[in-house]
């Protein structure tokens, strides 16, 4: 079945398993200049774009998973937010719920480009 091919299948097969590890390898270069580069691989390997994405693509793909936790955290920030006391704890989860609206932005633009 497979002889009329020029190659023979192994050839095909090693061909895309190099090629594979290649994207991995990428990612995994891409995730080397993090300060935790487990986590970044864990969660950019979490989505099945990540293997066969550029630079441009990994940043996307990063906006889309941060903006997701970041809409799933912000009702609890709130939460705490009103329940706080604390003049400091009020500061910082003021500047934790200003940065999920931050971050809630820049995932609208970036998906209108």
């Given at each position: 079945?497979?002889?009329?091919?020029?190659?023979?299948?192994?050839?095909?097969?090693?061909?895309?398993?190099?090629?594979?590890?290649?994207?991995?390898?990428?990612?995994?270069?891409?995730?080397?200049?993090?300060?935790?580069?487990?986590?970044?691989?864990?969660?950019?390997?979490?989505?099945?774009?990540?293997?066969?994405?550029?630079?441009?693509?990994?940043?996307?793909?990063a906006i889309?998973?941060?903006?997701a936790s970041?809409?799933?955290?912000?009702?609890?920030?709130?939460?705490?937010?009103?329940?706080?006391?604390?003049?400091?704890?009020?500061?910082?989860?003021?500047?934790?719920?200003?940065?999920?609206?931050?971050?809630?932005?820049?995932?609208?633009?970036?998906?209108?480009?």
């Amino acid at each position: 079945m497979f002889q009329h091919y020029k190659y023979p299948l192994s050839y095909v097969c090693l061909l895309n398993m190099v090629l594979i590890f290649a994207r991995a390898s990428f990612l995994e270069n891409v995730c080397s200049g993090c300060k935790d580069k487990a986590f970044c691989m864990r969660v950019l390997g979490s989505d099945p774009r990540s293997p066969n994405a550029g630079y441009d693509e990994l940043a996307g793909i990063a906006i889309e998973l941060a903006s997701a936790s970041a809409t799933a955290t912000r009702p609890k920030i709130l939460s705490l937010l009103r329940a706080a006391k604390d003049p400091q704890l009020i500061s910082n989860f003021q500047t934790c719920n200003e940065t999920m609206e931050t971050l809630s932005i820049l995932s609208e633009e970036h998906r209108n480009l």
